[in-house]
């Protein structure tokens, strides 16, 4: 059973930074992409960033400049950091994994959500 752990979530004021993690375990044989989203209040989930296992990112128009996502695959693990951080950026954020398992089944992953608030 694959199993995300995410971690630095919190509250920040306006201008802030902060910096998560998620760390994948679990019988994984091959990861692909890995990837934040997040749930605003009373939004659906979103797409923030991405990264392949070349290394190759993706962010939605809002956070460009802003968050830069990275990886480290001898952790199995990938990385969100956020800096200038705005109150619209308030959400549950989840870590997405795409990955191919020891029983070479592929399929996505999610982790359980940390809180980020960007206090006005």
């Known amino acids: 059973q694959v199993q995300l752990v995410e971690s630095g979530g919190g509250l920040v004021q306006t201008g802030g930074s902060l910096r998560l993690s998620c760390e994948a375990s679990?019988?994984?044989?091959?990861?692909?992409?890995m990837g934040w989203y997040r749930r605003a209040p009373e939004k659906q989930r979103a797409l923030v960033a991405t990264?392949?296992?070349?290394?190759?990112?993706n962010y939605v128009d809002s956070v460009k400049g802003r968050f830069t996502i990275s990886r480290d695959i001898t952790k199995n693990t990938v990385y969100l950091q956020m800096n200038s951080l705005k109150p619209e950026d308030t959400a549950v954020y989840y870590c997405?994994?795409?990955?191919?398992?020891?029983?070479?089944?592929?399929?996505?992953?999610w982790g359980q959500g940390t809180q980020v608030t960007v206090s006005a």
């Open positions: 679990g019988p994984i044989r091959t990861m692909h992409v």
């Open positions: 997405n994994v795409h990955a191919e398992t020891s029983d070479w089944f592929v399929n996505d992953y």
């Open positions: 990264i392949s296992s070349g290394g190759i990112t």
